[in-house]
């Protein structure tokens, strides 16, 4: 078996385009339709259809993509094991797309780690637009983006890195901050809430008092997770916040347990095809996963 049409056929089904996946090979493309051709012998399947815009992959394409990503990729980190990058002297430029809080909870550990690890490399933080991600990943714009994986788009590579959950923060010595307290106390607090525009004061936590037939006193609603810590710290109000945020600040806040039940959510780090094999991109994205595989 000629080992180069399984590099063909990961690029045909990624791109769902012979022009395309030529391109990306540095072939021609009647060079690319003729090995699509031994392929479909091979398989017995057409593995890729004409469609409206490039190609569709049938559903034994679909199933045969990752365990050809994993065996290739594992070839791949083989030949490249042994190029030599070297991050204590490697003068790289990372792009990162996340969110202010992913900010705090990913890229503030991974800016320490970096220093230590390679003093040359530098960050550049962007706020994270999920309906633009997948185009500015493919222009080069954005290397690296760290979002929840609910939001990941499907097309794009992911690891996941943590699950968060929420925890209730006031001041310390707050007069009405307890752990176990009740639902009733809960709502009798002042809280701030977070909207991404600042001006919503309904929450998810709000939808589900409602069904219990309770309201909450919501005082303040902020655009920003950073700028909550702050207020709660320096008044009697409580907010709820993904604990990660917050796990430094225990010298001022207390954290406790939210008398009802709170959906967390799971941060994954998300990155391009492009960029998959590159060493110093592959090594930074080793560096994230090791602050947080334990």
């Known amino acids: 078996m000629d080992l180069n049409l399984l590099v063909t056929l990961e690029a045909l089904l990624i791109e769902q385009n012979v022009t395309k996946a030529a391109a990306r090979l540095h072939l021609s493309q009647p060079a690319v339709s003729a090995q699509l051709s031994r392929l479909r012998d091979l398989f017995d399947d057409p593995l890729l259809i004409p469609a409206q815009r490039g190609m569709t992959p049938t559903a034994k394409a679909i ?13 791949r980190a083989t030949v490249h094991a042994n190029q030599g990058f070297d991050p204590s002297s490697a003068n790289v430029v990372v792009s990162i797309a996340c969110t202010d809080y992913l900010q705090a909870a990913v890229v503030k550990p991974l800016v320490r780690t970096l220093r230590e690890r390679a003093p040359s490399a530098r960050l550049a933080i962007r706020n994270l637009d999920a309906s633009q991600l997948e185009a500015q990943m493919e222009r080069g ?3 690296l983006a760290f979002m929840t994986t ?7 590579r992911a690891r996941r890195l943590f ?13 009405h901050l307890r752990d176990q307290m009740t639902v009733e106390a809960f709502c009798e ?8 525009r600042g001006n919503g004061f309904v929450t998810p936590v709000d939808s589900a008092l409602d069904a219990l037939g309770r309201r909450r006193n919501v005082v303040l609603s902020a655009a920003s997770f950073l700028f909550v810590p702050q207020i709660v710290s320096q008044s009697d109000f409580v907010a709820l916040v993904p604990e990660r945020l917050v796990l430094d600040q225990k010298d001022t806040l207390q954290l406790i347990d939210c008398p009802l039940p709170v959906d967390g959510f799971t941060v994954a780090m998300v990155w391009h095809e492009r960029a998959h094999n590159h060493p110093a991109q592959r090594w930074i994205r080793e560096t994230v996963v090791s602050l947080f595989d334990h």
Do not use: C, F, N
Not at 63 to 75: K, S
Not at 163 to 175: A, C
Not at 189 to 196: A, C, G, Q, R, T
């Open 150 to 156: 609910q939001t990941a788009p499907p097309d794009l």
């Open 163 to 175: 699950d968060e959950r929420y925890v209730l923060i006031g001041r310390k010595m707050h007069p």
């Open 63 to 75: 199933d045969l993509l990752e365990p050809l990503r994993q065996a290739l990729d594992q070839v």
């Open 141 to 143: 714009e954005v290397d």
């Open 189 to 196: 607090l002042e809280h701030v809430i977070v909207s991404p």
